[in-house]
């Protein structure tokens, strides 16, 4: 390995402890890292802006998307500022190089109607119907990732206030809130719960989705669940939890919510990510303006 990766463990060690950087992640940082490293060229001590432009240009001619270009540019920057702050490096050339511009994408979420139709398709009323049930009325009403909700445990539910706390990136915990649906819905999935782990004659785990094993539900499994019971409903897209998410943020937008509010629902660290959704029809906002302005109903002389 190039010498300039001699901190790369312990920079590792820090993204995992300190900042708490999830698995998945953090395996990706680190081979985006030992892939710069390979490349980097061994007559320099560290990399200079033209090293770093050079090696994304490389990338380029490799087909790498620009969306893989800049995350291996975010691993190498993050890299030198952690080897500013704690190792004495002088400059940091990754703060003057851009990478690749990314094209606006417009999230996919379902109409209203979609959403209607996904969650009155009738279901069996058995523990998986009932779980299924639960868990689409949960991604939907609270707008959770999915590695949220299944981390969700019972001791983080509280049905009576209609709320549940979950832990997001970085572990930061916030409340989110469950309507009326999601609520009856959860009720009578518990019920199917509680006989299927004493069918199993098991211990509780305490998480409150459970597979057939009645064992925590995994975030590949929910995708499944989500993309079999949408199909089920005749939704044509190929819809994922993230698509649920996607529809819980741009309904709340169409009826009238602040952007401020739902970045806090969403758990976005930042305003600009929750900007994705302000793709809401002229019409909408024309809805919107006109129920809220005083003088929206002032004709123009």
Not at 19 to 48: H, I, K, V
Not at 135 to 160: K, M, W
């Amino acid at each position: 390995m190039h010498p300039f990766g001699a901190s790369l463990d312990p920079f590792c060690r820090h993204l995992r402890d300190v900042r708490q950087m999830s698995p998945n992640t953090l395996r990706a940082y680190r081979a985006d890292l030992e892939d710069f490293l390979a490349w980097l060229p061994e007559a320099s001590a560290a990399p200079s802006r033209l090293d770093l432009r050079r090696f994304l240009v490389e990338l380029e001619q490799r087909g790498l998307k620009p969306s893989s270009i800049q995350r291996k540019l975010a691993a190498i920057r993050s890299y030198h500022r952690y080897l500013r702050e704690f190792e004495g490096l002088a400059e940091d050339p990754s703060k003057l190089v851009r990478g690749p511009r990314l094209p606006k994408r417009i999230p996919k979420f379902l109409t209203e109607r979609e959403v209607d139709t996904l969650l009155s398709t009738p279901l069996p009323d058995d523990f998986f119907g009932n779980r299924d049930r639960a868990v689409l009325e949960f991604l939907y009403s609270t707008g959770c990732r999915v590695s949220e909700a299944t981390g969700v445990r019972l001791s983080q539910l509280d049905l009576d206030e209609g709320s549940v706390l979950v832990t997001g990136k970085g572990k930061k915990q916030r409340m989110c809130l469950l309507g009326g649906p999601a609520r009856d819905a959860i009720s009578r999935y518990l019920a199917s719960r509680s006989a299927k782990l004493r069918e199993r004659s098991m211990p509780d785990p305490g998480y409150l989705f459970l597979n057939r094993l009645g064992r925590p539900l995994s975030a590949r499994w929910m995708f499944e669940l989500v993309l079999q019971r949408a199909r089920a409903a005749g939704i044509p897209a190929r819809l994922t939890p993230h698509g649920l998410r996607h529809s819980f943020a741009t309904h709340m937008l169409e009826r009238g919510a602040d952007l401020r509010t739902l970045q806090e629902m969403l758990g976005h660290e930042n305003l600009v990510t929750t900007e994705i959704y302000t793709h809401v029809s002229m019409r909408q906002l024309r809805e919107v303006y006109d129920r809220a302005h005083p003088h929206a109903a002032t004709s123009a002389e």
